[in-house]
């Protein structure tokens, strides 16, 4: 091969395999745009919903579209192969009571399935859940923390010196949880300069997965520990996590749903309490400001660290799962995940009775008014409906703010992302 060539060769493979994880976006684009900039009409109003199906930023001539309107979860308008010559579809949709309307488009475009929806709030600021608070929750729970705490934490450490900064130390720690040797991991990042900080509990989504720890927080002078709940080590290669979620731990979610103390969630709760403890006891944490926060399943388990436990100085939710589980019984939209939607709740008594003792909202009503709260999260979101969340924000009688990402389905803008951060930091006393 001439050098000529061979250089050719290099370049090509150089060029070729960054651009491969450069790939964004589609050139098409399914786009259902409300004619309130905010998203918000008042119950009674008409909400005009104009849909556009695009390439290239350009309209999409003879196009067919399959869309459904109408209550969020409970849509009763349903149209299939809707031809639209020019691209463009408008659609009008109203509600005679608070929820979201939403409208979900979806074209078929080379064999291939681009969609695009839009929940549209009506009257949010007075929805309510429907879930019943037990008489003995607050008890039950407090109980249950009681009799955890008789198990010494007996901790662990590891540094992890290829995750360390030059401002920050970076450990794998674990401690017990429930009872004896049932254990939850963590990472937990400290600043390296001596003093007391304020501390960050960052709870996590559903699945099961190694975590990294927040370094970032951490740079800026908190203490954060960012705890895994399943009983295993958190630093091990993806495909065990990967392994496990498709084996031993399918469907945690419903594991011992019919009994309050066979839940697996109850261990989760228990485990982010003695997280707290473990903060408190064995990290130079200043006792003042301590924060935490999570996203779907992590915000349902925010609410339960500031419902159950007062040293939470601030909590910030996002799109938080598992609130209002018993909606669906009355026909609205229920949080993930989704226990009595298609069952309808028939012959699932206990099971329903057990969920109001793993309801965020339930832990929403404990919060106290020396808390504060930051909640988000989108009104495209299929896993977390947006009627939940609201419902659920309309719950807290404490001091709190809301900042809805509209667009969002299950996932971050990065505004959304860096207003979270800004926040927690302001909270925390990093940012002035």
């Known amino acids: 091969m001439k050098k000529t060539g061979f250089i050719a060769l290099l370049l090509t493979l150089f060029i070729a395999i960054p651009m491969k994880g450069q790939i964004r976006g589609n050139s098409i684009s399914v786009e259902v745009i409300p004619d309130h900039q905010d998203w918000r009409y008042e119950v009674g109003e008409t909400a005009i919903f104009n849909i556009r199906v695009t390439r290239e930023h350009t309209l999409i001539n003879?196009?067919?579209?399959?869309?459904?309107?109408?209550?969020?979860?409970?849509?009763?308008?349903?149209?299939?192969?809707?031809?639209?010559?020019?691209?463009?579809?408008t659609l009008k949709g109203k509600m005679t009571k608070p929820g979201f309307y939403r409208v979900d488009?979806?074209?078929?475009?080379?064999?291939?399935?681009?969609?695009?929806?839009?929940?549209?709030?009506?009257?949010?600021?007075?929805?309510?859940?429907?879930?019943?608070m037990p008489q003995d929750f607050s008890e039950y729970w407090?109980?249950?923390?009681?009799?955890?705490?008789?198990?010494?934490?007996?901790?662990?450490?590891?540094?992890?010196?290829?995750?360390?900064?030059?401002?920050?130390?970076?450990?794998?720690?674990?401690?017990?949880?429930?009872?004896?040797?049932?254990?939850?991991?963590?990472?937990?990042?400290?600043?390296?300069?001596?003093?007391?900080?304020?501390?960050l509990l960052r709870v996590p989504g559903a699945g099961v997965r190694p975590y990294g720890g927040d370094i970032y927080t951490a740079s800026q002078g908190a203490i954060t520990l960012e705890i895994g709940i399943h009983g295993i080590s958190v630093t091990m290669d993806q495909k065990v996590y990967d392994d496990v979620f498709n084996g031993a731990l399918m469907n945690y979610w419903n594991w011992g749903m019919d009994n309050r103390d066979d839940s697996y969630y109850k261990r989760v709760?228990?485990?982010?309490?003695?997280?707290?403890?473990?903060?408190?006891?064995?990290?130079?944490?200043?006792?003042?400001q301590l924060a935490v926060s999570g996203s779907s399943q992590g915000g349902f388990l925010s609410l339960a660290c500031a419902g159950l436990d007062k040293r939470v100085t601030c909590y910030a939710p996002v799109h938080a799962a598992c609130c209002d589980h018993t909606a669906s019984l009355?026909?609205?939209a229920c949080g993930w995940p989704h226990y009595f939607y298609w069952s309808k709740g028939k012959g699932q008594e206990?099971?329903?009775?057990?969920?109001?003792?793993?309801?965020?909202?339930?832990?929403?009503?404990?919060?106290?008014?020396?808390?504060k709260g930051w909640f988000s999260f989108g009104y495209n979101d299929d896993v977390v409906p947006p009627t939940t969340a609201w419902a659920t924000y309309n719950t807290v009688t404490g001091p709190k703010e809301i900042s809805p990402y509209q667009a969002t389905w299950h996932y971050w803008h990065q505004e959304q992302w860096d207003e979270w951060e800004n926040w927690l930091l302001k909270e925390l006393g990093c940012k002035r």
Do not use: H
């Open 330 to 332: 009355k026909g609205v």
């Open 142 to 199: 407090q109980n249950a923390i009681s009799e955890a705490r008789k198990v010494d934490l007996n901790p662990t450490k590891r540094l992890l010196p290829e995750r360390c900064t030059k401002d920050v130390n970076v450990y794998e720690v674990s401690f017990q949880n429930i009872q004896w040797n049932w254990r939850t991991y963590g990472i937990l990042c400290v600043p390296v300069k001596e003093g007391r900080y304020p501390a």
């Open 269 to 288: 709760i228990i485990g982010c309490i003695r997280a707290i403890d473990y903060i408190e006891q064995y990290t130079p944490w200043n006792g003042q």
């Open 350 to 371: 206990q099971k329903i009775n057990t969920s109001r003792y793993y309801d965020g909202v339930n832990f929403a009503r404990l919060i106290n008014d020396k808390q």
């Open 62 to 89: 003879n196009v067919k579209v399959d869309y459904a309107a109408g209550p969020e979860m409970y849509q009763d308008v349903k149209k299939e192969g809707v031809l639209l010559k020019d691209g463009t579809l």
């Open 105 to 132: 488009v979806k074209a078929t475009l080379d064999g291939k399935e681009y969609k695009g929806a839009c929940g549209a709030a009506f009257s949010p600021e007075r929805l309510q859940p429907t879930t019943v």
